[in-house]
């Protein structure tokens, strides 16, 4: 890779960023130049919590962060992640039927699926598990959006498999997985009553 390249793209993502986030990619550059991965992740979360960060989250985790993955936590990888993949959009409009019909902008969810399912095999190691549940419980979400019951049962079954092995898990993680799983049964139901 050219050494340029992440100097010159975190330059134009400074660019592109509001005046009152200019200094968090100054603070990017500086971390990942002084291979300072601890701090640089600490303020990417920083950064990503931004409302004024939705744009930038998906190149940013493409082309910057993915450059030092290895090296930073897992778990906040996986974090970054599921912030950047809410930037997977189609430009459609689509309807949900209800008891109103309402129009809502609606996630590419296969774009969605593809992003988190990449993310998920890539903290599938042995030391990083709490990860893997973490980013497979997202794909379990997106499937259920895209009415993949089946899929999204596997997933959770998966899940739940790792997660009986563990001592302890971060807060996150669990709450998360049960929060996937109530939906499963929460649509398993809707579904049993048509």
């Given at each position: 890779m050219d050494p340029e390249v992440i100097p010159n793209f975190l330059a134009d993502q400074r660019d592109n960023a509001s005046a009152d986030s200019q200094h968090y990619f100054i603070t990017f550059e500086d971390y990942w130049e002084r291979k300072l991965w601890h701090e640089l992740t600490s303020t990417l979360v920083e950064f990503f919590n931004q409302p004024g960060s939705a744009s930038q989250r998906l190149p940013i985790f493409n082309t910057f962060i993915k450059t030092f993955a290895e090296k930073i936590n897992q778990l906040k990888l996986v974090e970054l992640g599921l912030r950047a993949a809410t930037q997977c959009q189609s430009k459609r409009v689509?309807?949900?039927?209800?008891?109103?019909?309402?129009?809502?902008?609606?996630?590419?969810?296969?774009?969605?699926?593809?992003?988190?399912?990449?993310?998920?095999?890539?903290?599938?190691?042995?030391?990083?598990?709490?990860?893997?549940?973490?980013?497979?419980?997202a794909v379990a979400s997106v499937r259920l959006q895209k009415s993949d019951a089946d899929g999204a049962k596997k997933d959770l079954a998966r899940c739940e498999a790792i997660l009986d092995t563990f001592d302890s898990v971060e807060t996150s993680v669990h709450a998360a997985f049960y929060q996937v799983n109530s939906d499963y049964y929460q649509v398993r139901h809707w579904t049993s009553c048509r």
């Open positions: 689509c309807v949900i039927a209800c008891v109103q019909r309402v129009l809502i902008s609606c996630l590419d969810e296969e774009e969605r699926l593809t992003f988190l399912s990449e993310l998920a095999d890539k903290v599938d190691k042995p030391s990083s598990q709490d990860a893997y549940v973490y980013a497979r419980t």
